[in-house]
């Protein structure tokens, strides 16, 4: 099993992410294609002194398409790109997935276009997950599509189902859609289908759930269209920042409370670490026919370690597979009760 790591995506790049790749390869023994500038990244190898480390291949890429260029660039302009040989080493099976903490959308334009989407699935769904008390929920979409139709939540739902079994090792996980209140009857027209449409999956779907169960921990999986989930996200990411800061605050302003963060010490590093991105990792594009992982922009070593680590579990357990023949035979059963209908 090979993994493509993109060395030149990402704020910090190549050093963290070079670095992130060393790491993980001597602690877990993983193949990894590194794809950058090969003069760059054997100079980084050097420094980290695994020059002769087997577990990693450099793949020259001329090109690096930047953080503010178009999401086409890697198909269009720039076909030498780190990006676009990331996409291509796993269509051409050399590698089994992907990783990067580059141009977002150019990533996921790239790997749909490179590598295509699973027979059934209209579009890929970017999966991440969230921190509540027993352990992970994860919602999707979180951003790569803005809008959606009922069918492909019925896509989204089928793939958070066996990434969260799968990787999450939960037996059935239980499946939530989101909207603006629990009845069935509430939300937009389009939520409403889709919950009819999600009754008839044959998964552990519980019904319509609200935004504070993304941190309740009462389902395991949330679908939705990238509009909502990206808000989501992103607001989540901001609170956490926010309650970090201020805690610091507080606990320094007086000697006794100073002591009293001392002692509570441990906790609070485990707190941090639950609500850190960097211990999450990436966050995977589901429904295509091979792994893509998209990290997060300003993702130093361990961020890259632990995304290359998922990426690894992911092509491990199967996931594609399990998802395409799943969506496989629910494609089936929707055209030979609906015909050429569309949901």
């Known amino acids: 099993m090979f993994i493509a790591v993109d060395a030149m995506g990402g704020d910090h790049a190549p050093r963290e992410v070079v670095s992130g790749a060393v790491q993980v390869a001597r602690e877990q023994g993983t193949q990894i294609l590194l794809v950058g500038n090969s003069a760059l990244l054997e100079s980084e190898l050097r420094r980290l002194g695994a020059s002769s480390l087997k577990e990693i291949e450099i793949v ?49 334009i790239s790997a749909k276009m490179v590598l295509g989407t699973i027979e059934g699935v209209d579009r890929p769904a970017l999966a991440a997950e969230f921190p509540n008390p027993q352990g992970r929920t994860v919602v999707l979409d979180v951003g790569a599509n803005v809008d959606t139709k009922p069918s492909q939540l019925r896509e989204f739902a089928v793939m958070g189902h066996f990434y969260s079994q799968e990787i999450n090792g939960i037996h059935s996980p239980r499946i939530g859609l989101m909207s603006i209140g629990e009845e069935e009857t509430k939300g937009t027209g389009k939520t409403r289908v889709a919950f009819q449409v999600l009754q008839e999956t044959g998964l552990n779907f519980v019904g319509n759930v609200e935004g504070r169960d993304v941190f309740s921990g009462s389902v395991d999986v949330i679908v939705c269209d990238g509009f909502v ?72 070593s361990t961020a890259i370690k632990n995304s290359i680590r998922r990426a690894e579990e992911f092509v491990a357990a199967e996931t594609p597979e399990k998802i395409r023949a799943k969506v496989a035979q629910l494609h089936n059963e929707e055209k030979r009760l609906l015909g050429d209908s569309e949901l």
Do not use: W
């Open 229 to 300: 989930g990206n808000v989501l996200l992103k607001s989540a990411e901001a609170v956490a920042e926010l309650i970090k800061t201020m805690l610091r605050r507080e606990l320094q302003k007086s000697p006794l409370r100073q002591i009293g963060a001392l002692l509570a010490r441990p906790a609070f590093e485990d707190l941090a670490k639950r609500t850190d991105y960097r211990e999450y990792g990436a966050a995977p594009l589901l429904g295509l026919r091979g792994g893509c992982f998209i990290a997060h922009g300003r993702s130093n």
């Open 60 to 108: 020259h890429a001329e090109e690096v398409v930047g953080m503010d260029e178009p999401a086409v660039t890697p198909l269009r302009k720039k076909k030498r790109s780190s990006i676009r040989i990331c996409a291509d080493l796993v269509k051409k099976g050399r590698a089994q997935a992907m990783v990067s903490a580059g141009n977002t959308g150019a990533v996921m």
